[in-house]
């Protein structure tokens, strides 16, 4: 929010609030008849609403310039943005090597690593550990599962 938005907003708040005084005393006149205080009371009642009106368009140019500063901004914020992908996407380009696709990893091995893969054996598989299967209750104890039957369907009609 910025100075003439709330030098707006104020403004026309307070002389609208201003305009009941005047306005109250030319329903009084009105009721007693008295059309000098009357016209009177309608000028002074005129002169706030017109200070009011001013104030609205003073509110509405802050409006303006408000809009046209965030608009500014985001459009900053997008160009930057860009540019920083434009940035990355170029030293993604760059650090990558010709022949390999961009989206691996490269993996380099020292050569003790290499002698070490040469000397030695391939890992043998571990034999499958066959058990009884076993249910584990919500406290955390094991209890033998039942043992499978065959399962049975019926059917009525």
């Known amino acids: 929010m910025n100075i003439q938005m709330m030098e707006g907003l104020l403004?026309?708040?307070?002389?609208?609030?201003?305009?009941?005084?005047?306005?109250s005393v030319y329903r009084q006149a009105s009721a007693e008849g008295d059309t000098e205080k009357m016209k009177?009371?309608?000028g002074y009642t005129g002169e706030?609403?017109?200070?009011a009106v001013k104030y609205q368009e003073k509110l509405d140019k802050g409006m303006e310039a408000e809009a046209k500063a965030e608009r500014e901004k985001a459009k900053l914020e997008q160009e930057a943005a860009v540019e920083n992908r434009r940035e990355e996407r170029k030293r993604a380009?760059?650090?990558a090597e010709p022949g390999r696709p961009r989206e691996t990893d490269l993996v380099q091995l020292s050569?003790?690593?290499?002698a070490a893969l040469k000397n030695s054996r391939p890992v043998e598989a571990a034999e499958p550990i066959e058990s009884e299967p076993v249910?584990?209750?919500?406290?955390?104890?094991?209890?033998?599962?039942?043992?499978?039957?065959?399962?049975t369907v019926s059917f009525t009609a």
């Open 135 to 151: 249910i584990y209750t919500p406290a955390g104890e094991i209890i033998a599962a039942p043992a499978e039957t065959e399962p």
């Open 111 to 114: 050569e003790a690593a290499k």
């Open 48 to 51: 706030c609403t017109e200070k």
């Open 40 to 42: 009177q009371a309608l």
């Open 93 to 95: 380009e760059e650090g």
């Open 11 to 23: 403004g026309a708040s307070s002389n609208l609030k201003l305009s009941g005084t005047p306005m």
